[in-house]
């Protein structure tokens, strides 16, 4: 079975959005491959982060991807900072990656210009990222089409690797995600719904309550027209609310354009938010039974055993290779 690796940082909160667009098909391939998915928190400190609130989020981040669906006994789950090994093997990496590479990076090119005062680690984390899929020899790695580079640039260290120490690494492949329904902001559906947004009445959180659902999705930009159609250029606002009720239920666009024919757009905003809200509840009594409990850490301390015994032969194989060894 081939290996898939995933990445996510504690960087703000999950919305429905993500959930809709990345969680469920991460659900999904977690039934095709063997899967590594870690907590990318050493990634989140390229900018600073206060203490406390990314040490909250990390745990946060994990529960809710479990209780969205993402399966301990179908991926390996580990926190990439327990794994003193992969920035060890980052280290070497460095070492035969050439600044130009780093520095030709997209996103290294947008971030560093809004800040001048740029960390280092804004430059090397595309090494590290590498670091993350190379050690365990994954075979693809599902990016959107803005995330490729980094997956190349991962390509292109571990084939000069190779040829500089030998057979060392795998070559790993992007796996492109299909463009599948796109959840907008709800007060702005001509954008999508971001958890970085600074407006918090277009955006839902897998953890807003009840009240705050129904709240923001009554409240959601729609049009004058009155009709419920689904038209992205004409509707954008319907649409988007036509597009979360389908991701959630098993209603189609035909459906919902049938059974609300004749009625208002209250009557559909109600609908849409009671189909959220009954979703996010399953999902929060999952969430609130794994956050402070001895199943997550036991989840945890099962995938770092595991990720850092691999990770150590690696680091290890390539020590040898390059000279650092005294035996």
Partial sequence: MQKLLTGLKPTGEITLGNYIGAIVPMVELQEEY????????MHAITVNQ?????????RKFIALYIACGID????????????????????????TTYYGEASRMIQFKEKSKQNANFSV????????????ILYCDADLVPVGI????????????????NKMYNETFKLPKPLIKEEGIKIKDLKNPTKKMSKSEANPNGVITLLDTKEQIIKKIMSATTDSEKVIKYDMENKP????LMNICVSLSNETIESLEKKFAKKSYQDFKKYVADVVVKKLEKIQKRYYEL???????????????????????????????MGLTRK
Avoid at 34 to 41: N, P, R
Avoid at 50 to 58: A, G, Q, T, W
């Fill in 34 to 41: 063997e899967s590594y998915i870690f907590i990318a928190d």
């Fill in 50 to 58: 206060d203490p406390m609130e990314l040490k909250n989020r990390i």
């Fill in 72 to 95: 301990p006994n179908k991926n390996i789950i580990y926190l990439q900072s327990e794994n003193e090994y992969i920035p060890a093997i980052s280290w070497l990496l460095e070492c």
């Fill in 121 to 132: 680690g804004l430059l090397t984390y595309p090494i590290l990222m590498a670091a993350d």
């Fill in 146 to 161: 803005d995330q490729k580079q980094h997956v190349e640039l991962a390509r292109d260290i571990a084939s000069r690797f």
């Fill in 237 to 240: 606002g319907i649409s988007n």
């Fill in 291 to 321: 956050i402070n409990s001895q199943e997550l850490d036991a989840i945890l301390d099962k995938g770092i055993e595991k990720t850092r015994q691999i990770a150590k032969e690696k680091y290890m194989e390539m020590t040898n290779k």
